[in-house]
Nanobody
């Protein structure tokens, strides 16, 4: 049974940091590109960051320089380090897995999804 379980969300003030984790099971994690997406109330789900099986990364312009995605294949876990958080980063954050080449930025291109973790940044 495939599972992606996110954790690490919370309520923080602007300028603070958080680290999200997503632990995977039920598939060969090291073969998959992993992505982070977020969805704010009333908005579409949007790409945040992605990491390939070999560690190549790609970021949305809105988070470049503030967020860092990484993975630990031995722990089947992908991380999202978020620094200098802004109120506009408030959203439910989801991790996703994709078994095709390249980092995909559209939600519909991913095979598996987690349940999401809430990040709220107060001003």
């Amino acid at each position: 049974q495939v599972q992606l379980v996110e954790s690490g969300g919370g309520l923080v003030q602007a300028g603070a940091s958080l680290r999200l984790s997503c632990t995977a099971s039920g598939f060969t994690f090291s073969f998959y590109t992993m992505g982070w997406f977020r969805q704010a109330p009333g908005k579409e789900r949007e790409f945040v960051a992605g990491i390939s099986p070999r560690g190549g990364t790609y970021y949305a312009d809105s988070v470049k320089g503030r967020f860092t995605v990484s993975r630990d294949n031995a722990k089947t876990t992908v991380y999202l380090e978020m620094n200098t958080l802004k109120p506009e980063d408030t959203a439910v954050y989801y991790c996703a897995a994709d078994n095709s080449p390249g980092i995909k930025t559209r939600p519909g291109q991913h095979d598996y999804w987690g349940q999401g973790t809430q990040v709220t940044v107060s001003s």
